[in-house]
């Protein structure tokens, strides 16, 4: 199954973990360590909002991402985006895996984490 990468400035950022954002909303992506990401936490502590794309049936899809959250856990971490903005040329309509959904996925507590609660 092919990563979803997205972009600033042409370097990659990272990859959405299901689908691609075509509604404003909060996605779970993961990053790659590099340039891309570097300028995405920068500018977005900085304040100014940051301006991605990903390619979609021939063309870009150019969105806005307005935060960045990580949730650290003991057994797996959690990285997000919040896009304010998505501007998908007419003809793109579906460029997802699954079908529309903006639903966090929950820290579920574990094993022995569930004894130190």
């Not at 990272?14 to 954002?21: A, D, K, V």
């Not at 100014?48 to 990903?54: G, K, L």
């Not at 929950?106 to 004894?115: F, L, M, Y």
Request: include cysteine.
């Amino acid at each position: 199954m092919p990563l979803l990468d997205f972009f600033t400035d042409g370097k990659a950022v990272g990859h959405f973990l299901t689908e691609y954002p075509l509604l404003p909303g909060r996605y779970r992506f993961e990053p790659y360590r590099g340039e891309g990401h570097a300028i995405l936490a920068l500018s977005l502590k900085a304040g100014t909002p940051v301006s991605c794309s990903f390619p979609a049936e021939g063309t870009d899809v150019i969105f806005t991402v307005v935060q960045e959250l990580f949730i650290p856990a003991k057994a797996e971490s959690y990285w997000f985006i919040d896009i304010a903005r998505v501007e998908a040329p007419s003809g793109v309509h579906s460029v997802d895996r699954h079908p529309h959904r903006h639903a966090l996925m929950p820290i579920e507590r574990r094993g022995s984490d569930e004894a130190e609660a």
